[in-house]
């Protein structure tokens, strides 16, 4: 899942009918048709209907259901580029679900790893996105901001509670930070 940014309000939003539309555009951005082309070519072709407007309860703006696609928190979305990121990150998820047999979300080093490669490889931390969170680091805001956004989805995985997800996080990060495919460096 990927955590609502802390600009969004949680009573702002569009309808479900303006994020389908939104969706339909953010299909058309270079990085989701990259994704897209790259989560066929390893055998996991997706479709137009794999992606769904919801309204969601918690502060998230989407997320990855295994098997089934992705959802947009309609209820959470006010721009186009929040339903772009959203997208992007769980596209993803998506792509390492494809090319990992044996991917287990409830397992807290697959679930640490994943968000490590989503937060990483979809500008979830750019530093304007940070600035605009509140966060102004100028050195190093990006790990930090991945980590935090990893604790933060990792906390709401029973299976990852408590300091063990800390220590989840930190046993992957190094192999899971720096494994950028299907890109072949961080963008």
């Given at each position: 899942?990927?955590?609502?940014?802390?600009?969004?309000?949680?009573?702002?939003?569009?309808?479900?009918?303006?994020?389908?539309?939104?969706?339909?555009?953010?299909?058309?951005?270079?990085?989701?048709?990259?994704?897209?082309?790259?989560?066929?070519?390893?055998?996991?072709?997706?479709?137009?209907?794999?992606?769904?407007?919801?309204?969601?309860?918690?502060?998230?703006a989407g997320g990855y259901i295994s098997g089934e696609g992705i959802v947009?928190?309609?209820?959470?979305?006010?721009?186009?580029?929040?339903?772009?990121?959203?997208?992007?990150?769980?596209?993803?998820?998506?792509?390492?679900?494809?090319?990992?047999?044996?991917?287990?979300?409830?397992?807290?080093?697959?679930?640490?790893?994943?968000?490590?490669?989503?937060?990483?490889?979809?500008?979830?931390?750019?530093?304007?996105?940070?600035?605009?969170?509140?966060?102004?680091?100028?050195?190093?805001?990006?790990?930090?901001?991945?980590?935090?956004?990893?604790?933060?989805?990792?906390?709401?995985?029973?299976?990852?509670?408590?300091?063990?997800?800390?220590?989840?996080?930190?046993?992957?990060?190094?192999?899971?930070?720096?494994?950028?495919?299907?890109?072949?460096?961080?963008?």
């Amino acid at each position: 899942m990927e955590e609502i940014d802390a600009f969004s309000s949680a009573d702002a939003g569009k309808t479900l009918k303006d994020c389908e539309r939104m969706i339909q555009t953010s299909l058309k951005s270079p990085m989701v048709k990259f994704l897209r082309e790259h989560l066929e070519k390893a055998g996991c072709p997706v479709q137009d209907n794999f992606f769904k407007a919801i309204n969601c309860d918690k502060r998230y703006a989407g997320g990855y259901i295994s098997g089934e696609g992705i959802v947009v928190c309609a209820n959470r979305m006010e721009v186009q580029d929040n339903v772009n990121q959203a997208i992007t990150h769980e596209l993803i998820h998506a792509f390492d679900d494809c090319r990992a047999a044996n991917l287990d979300w409830t397992e807290c080093a697959h679930h640490a790893c994943s968000e490590i490669r989503a937060g990483h490889l979809s500008g979830d931390c750019h530093f304007k996105r940070e600035l605009l969170r509140g966060f102004m680091n100028i050195r190093g805001h990006e790990q930090e901001c991945i980590k935090r956004r990893v604790l933060t989805s990792l906390s709401s995985n029973p299976y990852c509670s408590g300091s063990t997800a800390k220590d989840y996080m930190e046993s992957v990060w190094d192999v899971c930070y720096n494994d950028t495919a299907p890109f072949d460096r961080a963008p």
